[in-house]
């Protein structure tokens, strides 16, 4: 059974930077394609970056503010979150696909296992 676990949310002003972890057990981390989602109340989870082996995508909301990168050698996938924004504010998910490619990565249907979240705030 492969878990994914968050951290690293909290509250935080307009403007500042949070950094985001997703610990994943098992032994097969590195044939994983990884993303975050977010879901804010009343709407649907959505995409916000993915990550392959070694190429990476973002939604145009977050692109050039948030960076993913993954640690093969620690099983962790990061979420770097730079010049945040009210918008931001979401409960963040942690996802896992079985393989390093295919084209629906912004998809939810796309990943086999999901974390539990982690909440950001970001105030104004």
């Known amino acids: 059974q492969v878990q994914l676990v968050e951290s690293g949310g909290g509250l935080v002003q307009a403007g500042g930077s949070l950094r985001l972890s997703c610990a994943v057990s098992?032994?097969?981390?590195?044939?994983?394609?990884m993303a975050w989602f977010r879901q804010a109340p009343g709407k649907e989870r959505q995409f916000v970056a993915a990550?392959?082996?070694?190429?990476?995508y973002y939604s145009d909301s977050v692109k050039g503010r948030f960076t993913i990168s993954r640690d093969n050698a620690k099983n962790t996938v990061y979420l770097q979150m730079n010049s945040l924004k009210p918008e931001d504010t979401a409960v963040y998910y942690c996802?896992?696909?079985?393989?390093?490619?295919?084209?629906?990565?912004?998809?939810?249907?796309?990943?086999?296992?999901w974390g539990q979240g982690t909440q950001v705030t970001v105030s104004s």
């Open positions: 996802a896992a696909h079985r393989g390093l490619s295919g084209r629906n990565y912004y998809t939810t249907a796309f990943y086999d296992y």
């Open positions: 990550i392959m082996w070694s190429s990476s």
């Open positions: 098992g032994r097969t981390f590195s044939s994983y394609a």
